[in-house]
């Protein structure tokens, strides 16, 4: 069947489905199709398709066989016009799966929990996620089906994570992102990983052994611990420092690192512009922030502005990682200190 086609390298691949599946314009009637070291995805005809995600086109693609309901909200026992008021979304951690709903379907939560619990294999609990909130990033959740706690193990890029979604943040949108960060990093590397969560891009970039040093940084004690209980089980656990401790703190004693990471999206300039000095010459600053669709073109001048007091910073890449709202996405933007 012919139909629009998004064509991206490999590595990206996982990244870039995933981003269309939230955004619900992947066509999942038809196989994705790998050839010379690329996906060919298959996309909706009125999805809309950010141009930095790949090349988009149009091609043959092979039908899938049926397997039984291909969304959640088939499970649903409503008029499919209440069915399609129902946000598409939903993450996966471990066995953990959390959705956001808007106050008007709060009412119907549970119904709502328990078809995810049907409809995602091996799923313990469902969790209404409320949001991330306060200095510690920890998560308002309520369980809508299932049972047990917050806790689980979570696997990406062929590591494993110990994770609380209640009490520590991670987010398992950013694999792709935790993977393209480490493949960066070159032999004897210095790293920081600012507001790490449970350490997924420390973690990950300690893996292959290149970096000389890894410090992953989090004002949360119990992120850290969790961090701790993961790098227990690895044997380059030991190249990970963890600390617990506040950005403001810890930028105060530390000395130059040829790449650091500020995962902290909704307080984003403030704490680039903190943490800008750590950044030696010749290295980069990883950044993230959420930014309204409108003002993504400009916002490369807005970060080189706000960094410019700490030294020569050029933006080399702006990238959306995945939609946040419907109105903004995830920007990961990676920011190189020139020689002096």
């Known amino acids: ?103 008007s379907l709060l009412a119907r939560r549970f119904e709502i929990g328990e078809a995810l619990l049907r409809f995602v294999p091996s799923t313990r609990i469902v969790g209404l996620d409320r949001g991330v909130r306060g200095p510690e990033r920890r998560r308002s959740v309520e369980r809508i089906a299932g049972s047990g706690g917050w806790a689980t193990r979570h696997r990406e890029n062929r590591l494993e994570f110990d994770v609380d979604v209640e009490r520590a943040y991670f987010s398992p949108r950013l694999a792709g992102e935790h993977a393209r960060v480490a493949s960066e990093v070159r032999r004897g590397d210095r790293f920081y990983d600012l507001c790490c969560g449970v350490g997924p891009f420390a973690v990950t970039a300690a893996r292959d052994g290149s970096a000389r040093s890894v410090v992953a940084v989090d004002a949360n004690p119990e992120a850290v611990a969790l961090l701790r209980a993961t790098l227990r089980r690895y044997p380059f656990g030991g190249l990970v420092q963890p600390l617990e401790a506040r950005v403001e703190d810890f930028v105060r004693t530390a000395g130059p690192a040829e790449r650091v990471l500020v995962n902290l999206p909704h307080e984003g300039i403030k704490y680039a512009t903190l943490v800008a000095p750590l950044v030696a010459p010749g290295g980069r600053l990883y950044y993230y922030e959420v930014v309204p669709r409108d003002e993504i073109r400009r916002r490369a001048a807005v970060v080189e502005n706000a960094l410019a007091p700490a030294g020569p910073f050029t933006v080399t890449t702006v990238r959306s990682v995945h939609p946040y709202s419907p109105a903004s996405d995830l920007l990961a933007i990676s920011v190189d200190r020139r020689e002096s």
Do not use: K, N, Y
């Open 1 to 103: 069947m012919r139909a629009r086609a998004l064509t991206v390298p490999r590595a990206a691949g996982e990244r870039t489905r995933r981003a269309l599946a939230d955004a619900g314009a992947l066509r999942e009637d038809l196989a994705i199709v790998e050839e010379e070291g690329q996906l060919v995805l298959p996309v909706r005809d009125e999805a809309r398709v950010l141009p930095a995600w790949g090349e988009l086109g149009e091609r043959e693609f092979p039908p899938l066989p049926p397997t039984g309901p291909s969304d959640f909200r088939e499970l649903l026992p409503w008029p499919s016009a209440e069915r399609a008021q129902v946000p598409r979304a939903f993450d996966v951690v471990g066995d953990v799966v959390l959705i956001r709903l808007p106050d």
